[in-house]
């Protein structure tokens, strides 16, 4: 069963900084990865799909990229809405699997 | 616009049966997708419980050793989570999600918290 490992647990940084966060699967997933934000008290939000893709109405400051084992979520430019907790989810296709990693808590510095 | 709204008991009683239903508005489940159950313990992470599609095949999260069900009524344009033998340990916050291409999540209910306590 794939794991998704994700890095650090914590970041604190300051509003206007660059994010980068960190996602690792313990075998390969291709481009089936997924980024999510999570604010307190509401459901996950998707932002980025099969690796590199915005969803819709996301904005240009969040972008994926990596494919196979490592990937890589980055803000360019922190606002104070960024500040929340950012998960990586990936799918297999046999034995269809959903895995979600253990997620990465942006906190303001 | 898809939205899904979860209902079911907040409390259920040690070793007992839990079942949540989740409705689904602005899209047919007939016609395509999987949909999905995650939950999320207070203070904790996601945990996929498992996806059905609308022609009733499922999978599940195989860490949680079958105590799960999930079935579909497309006449009802609806989807259901069935858990037996229920701990304080399945305590948690329980959405529904439709599971698009079906490699992502793309819209969310809101959640019904069910706490598992005599």
């Known amino acids: 069963e794939i794991v998704l490992t994700q890095s650090p647990a914590t970041l604190s940084l300051s509003p206007g900084e660059r994010a980068t966060l960190s996602c690792r699967a313990s075998?390969?997933?291709?481009?089936?990865l997924a980024w999510y934000q999570q604010k307190l008290g509401q459901a996950p939000r998707l932002l980025i799909y099969?690796?590199?893709n915005r969803a819709p109405g996301i904005p240009a400051r969040f972008s994926g990229s990596g494919s196979g084992t490592d990937f890589t979520l980055a803000i360019s430019s922190l606002e104070p809405e960024d500040f929340a907790v950012y998960y990586c989810?990936?799918?297999?296709?046999?034995?269809?699997?959903?895995?979600f990693g253990p997620g990465t808590r942006v906190d303001i510095k | 616009q898809v939205q899904l709204q979860e209902s079911g008991p907040g409390l259920v009683q040690p070793s007992e049966s839990l079942s949540l239903t989740c409705v689904v508005s602005g899209s047919s489940i007939a016609t395509g997708h999987y949909w999905g159950w995650i939950r999320q313990p207070p203070g904790m992470g996601l945990e996929w419980i498992g996806s059905?599609?609308?022609?009733?095949?499922?999978y599940s999260n195989p860490s949680l050793k079958s105590r799960f069900t999930i079935s579909v009524d497309t006449s009802r344009n609806q989807f259901s989570l069935k858990l037996t033998s229920v701990t304080a340990a399945d305590t948690a916050l329980y959405r529904c999600a439709r599971q698009y291409s079906p490699n992502y999540f793309d819209s969310w209910g809101r959640g019904i918290l069910v706490t598992v306590s005599s």
């Open positions: 075998q390969s997933v291709g481009t089936y």
């Open positions: 099969d690796a590199s």
């Open positions: 059905v599609y609308h022609s009733g095949n499922t």
């Open positions: 989810q990936q799918r297999t296709s046999w034995p269809p699997r959903v895995t």
